[in-house]
């Protein structure tokens, strides 16, 4: 008697065993192939309210006569950005709009890492963001050589590229034909990575003037 209840107790066992592990490779077999994010966002955006992003309640009460709840380029760009929760390396010629502006603040109000790359020639132009992100607290550094930093991409968490021929103006998203891609390819983002270290790095000014 004991030795047949054995034997079933060994036979349910392997069954269930058997049928874990077939469980387990359907699983890891759907997160092998998920398909890696990779959009494509082009612009000039259509213009919506994008109060919601920094108002939770604006949704139900704002009253503003822009469009509501409309997925625009623009509206995709910031759901991007705002969809960082450890990091935010961004390396941009010209940074004058308003709303991206917010969106930066609103991450380091979260306690999000935000570093900052720009050109010294357009972090000084009039309406520039650049000073009010340093005076918030955000660390900015400018390119210390004669060469302009030209560059228009950011780095979500280190593994979410933003990156495409739009600079981070009012002109550039509503007027201009420009491009976003979004991706999540280690093989693309890890060199914008590396890149924005090597940047980081070298235009530290502390760095620089000790070597002049």
């Known amino acids: 008697m004991s030795v047949l209840w054995t034997v079933k107790v060994v036979?349910?066992?392997a069954v269930a065993l058997t049928l874990s592990l077939e469980l387990l490779g359907r699983l890891f077999?759907?997160?092998k192939h998920?398909?890696?994010l990779n959009e494509v966002l082009f612009f000039p955006s259509?213009?919506?309210c994008v109060e919601h992003f920094f108002t939770p309640t604006a949704t139900h009460s704002c009253f503003c006569s822009l469009p509501h709840g409309v997925e625009t380029s623009f509206y995709r760009l910031l759901r991007h950005i705002l969809s960082a929760s450890s990091s935010l390396d961004l390396c941009v010629f010209s940074f004058s709009n308003a709303d991206l502006r917010r969106a930066v603040l609103l991450l380091h109000s979260k306690g999000v890492a935000v570093r900052v790359v720009s050109d010294k020639d357009y972090s000084a132009i009039t309406g520039s963001q650049i000073g009010v992100l340093r005076k918030a607290g955000i660390?900015?550094?400018c390119d210390v050589g004669s060469v302009h930093m030209?560059?228009?991409f950011a780095v979500v968490?280190?593994?979410r590229l933003i990156t495409g021929s739009l600079n981070w103006t009012l002109t550039a998203v509503l007027n201009n034909m420009e491009n976003i891609l979004i991706t999540e390819e280690p093989d693309l983002v890890q060199p914008f990575v590396k890149e924005f270290h090597r940047l980081w790095v070298l235009n530290d000014p502390a760095q620089y003037y000790q070597n002049q």
């Open 46 to 48: 259509e213009v919506a």
């Open 157 to 159: 968490d280190g593994r």
């Open 34 to 36: 998920r398909k890696t």
């Open 29 to 31: 077999g759907r997160l």
């Open 11 to 13: 036979g349910l066992g």
């Open 150 to 152: 030209h560059h228009k």
């Open 139 to 141: 660390c900015v550094r």
